[in-house]
């Protein structure tokens, strides 16, 4: 009886040393890269059932960088809730090509601001160099906003995210209110729905996030 | 009624300048010194058709094809346009007996001329009394599904023809080349375009967004305003205005083309009824087509300028407009 009560109070007083913070916030930056918005040719109808075109254009939404915040909260040891937005502009250009009346070859520009609200699950894989480095996987979905200059238009969409990361994680030696800090690296592979890409058109994205984290 | 007004498409039609807010290439006439739009106050138009054959092309076949092309623009789901067919008659397109009619009549003396529309107009009210469409029998029609390569489609002319019933202009929307003989045709980008693709060509059966766009102005359902946008400005050579000069506005997502005209002497033009999203604006002089097609042959087109696209992206908004768009064209 002695020995259970003992071997009991050990495992509740580990237990009690791991993993204690609740909340994870995380700040920085977030970097998407480029998306065909759509490959489009000004068609008209020739002779004999055939099509010919006017000219020709490549629609694109530029890299962009946005400024990024996560809140995690800790549902078990290994998992995570976590809730993001991010905030940035970016341009949307037309690159018009093979007018057949030999205008030049240009591209068109116009600016738009785009928001991000998500939500998703975080794991956590073994970690190594003494729990220094953690390796975590994530995935969620997301609501995406587009607005044109001058919010002349706003346009909404869905997104799907998927990736993984890095935590560098130090501990203070004597840990109070903040449990842990340090940096985090998200690498993520989007599919974006709607917003600029209006109607059903699907495209992929990467995106890497670079921020700084605390948790309490 | 009082004293009736004749008017044919090809002679003595202005371009309406009277709603430059929301401008299409419509017919537009005066009246009581009144600039009014050509079109119907009440709709389904009724019409009647000529109960006359030609070769290849029985009565009941002529009716059961032009009831096709009406379909098509009643088809319009923007566009609150209707249309009724009455009954078959012996009178022939270009009578004035108060009723809309359609049908063959033999015209050896406009050899150019694959078809006509005319209207008859009160001069008192400024109303639309009736339209008519001829059909020149001096040439080969066909009603075959596929389309015959040695006649004219006669559902493909008719859905043209009925577009100016309905009180649209032309569309230039199209590409020419000028040859010994006169104009060929390379390339149609809507229905209303006014040259013939050619013998068996039937793609002039199916609306392109410029037709849709004009229609959809004209005769707006309930959602159309609210759920479109339009794109205007102006047109400018060396800081002044150009009149007549082509614009085309390009839905750089859907590859949609829908176009218009500066109709005023500082260049200003609109076009409405476009999807929300960002624009390749392109504008050229109106040289695929003679002027007259166009406009009235007093109106002063400038066509000495080269071909250009607007600088930027232009967003149209949902239920509003662009915003000034200034496009400077330079002298060829």
């Known amino acids: ?216 | 009624m009082g004293r009736a007004l004749h008017v044919a498409v090809a002679v003595a039609l202005l371009v309406s300048c009277s709603r430059p807010a929301s401008a299409y290439l419509k017919f537009g006439y005066e009246v009581n010194g009144t600039q009014r739009t050509l079109k119907w106050t009440t709709t389904p138009v009724r019409y009647y058709v000529t109960a006359a054959a030609v070769d290849g092309v029985s009565a009941t076949q002529f009716q059961a094809t032009i009831g096709k092309a009406f379909d098509a623009w009643a088809a319009v789901p923007t566009s609150s346009v209707a249309y009724q067919f009455m009954s078959f008659t012996s009178n022939l397109p270009g009578e004035d007996d108060g009723r809309t009619t359609l049908g063959f009549v033999h015209e050896p003396a406009l050899d150019r001329v694959l078809a006509s529309t005319s209207y008859l107009i009160d001069d008192v009210t400024g109303d639309l009394i009736e339209a008519d469409i001829f059909f020149n029998s001096v040439f080969a029609w066909s009603v075959a599904d596929a389309g015959d390569r040695t006649r004219w489609d006669l559902q493909s002319i008719a859905t043209h023809e009925i577009g100016h019933l309905s009180g649209l202009g032309h569309s230039d929307i199209g590409e020419t080349e000028q040859t010994a003989t006169g104009r060929r045709v390379l390339s149609t980008g809507a229905v209303m375009f006014p040259i013939a693709l050619g013998l068996g060509d039937i793609s002039g059966r199916t609306l392109e967004a410029d037709d849709i766009a004009g229609i959809s102005d004209l005769y707006p359902d309930g959602t159309f305003n609210r759920s479109t946008g339009s794109l205007s400005g102006h047109v400018t050579k060396s800081g002044r205005g150009v009149y007549g000069a082509h614009i085309v506005a390009f839905d750089t997502r859907s590859g949609a083309m829908v176009g218009n005209f500066s109709l005023s002497s500082s260049g200003q033009f609109s076009i409405a009824g476009l999807r929300p999203g960002p624009y390749i604006v392109r504008v050229e002089p109106l040289d695929d087509a003679d002027t007259e097609s166009f406009f009235d042959i007093t109106d002063p087109t400038d066509i000495n300028f080269r071909a250009a696209y607007f600088g930027r992206l232009v967003v149209v908004p949902r239920g509003g407009d662009s915003g000034n768009v200034e496009v400077k064209v330079v002298a060829k």
């Open chain 1, 1 to 216: 009886m002695l020995c259970v009560v003992t071997c009991l109070a050990s495992t509740t007083a580990s237990a009690q040393a791991a993993s204690t913070e609740r909340i994870e916030l995380s700040g920085g930056l977030r970097w998407n890269g480029p998306v065909t918005i759509a490959d489009a040719a000004a068609t008209e109808n020739a002779p004999s059932g055939s099509t010919r075109p006017l000219f020709s254009t490549t629609t694109t939404l530029a890299r962009s960088w946005l400024a990024s915040a996560i809140i995690g909260v800790r549902l078990s040891r290994v998992l995570r809730a976590e809730f993001s937005a991010a905030y940035g502009t970016a341009t949307m250009s037309s690159r018009i090509t093979a007018d057949a009346e030999q205008i030049a070859d240009t591209t068109v520009r116009s600016p738009l601001t785009q928001i991000t609200a998500e939500a998703g699950i975080q794991v956590q894989l073994p970690s190594w160099k003494r729990h220094t480095w953690k390796p975590f996987t994530s995935a969620g979905v997301g609501y995406l906003r587009h607005m044109y200059a001058g919010r002349t238009l706003i346009e909404s969409g869905h997104d799907f995210y998927a990736g993984g990361g890095l935590y560098y994680e130090r501990t203070p030696t004597r840990p109070k209110r903040l449990k842990a800090s340090g940096l985090r690296l998200d690498l993520r592979g989007y599919l974006l729905r709607g917003g600029v890409l209006r109607g059903t058109d699907h495209r992929f994205a990467p995106a890497v996030l670079a921020t700084a984290f605390a948790r309490f």
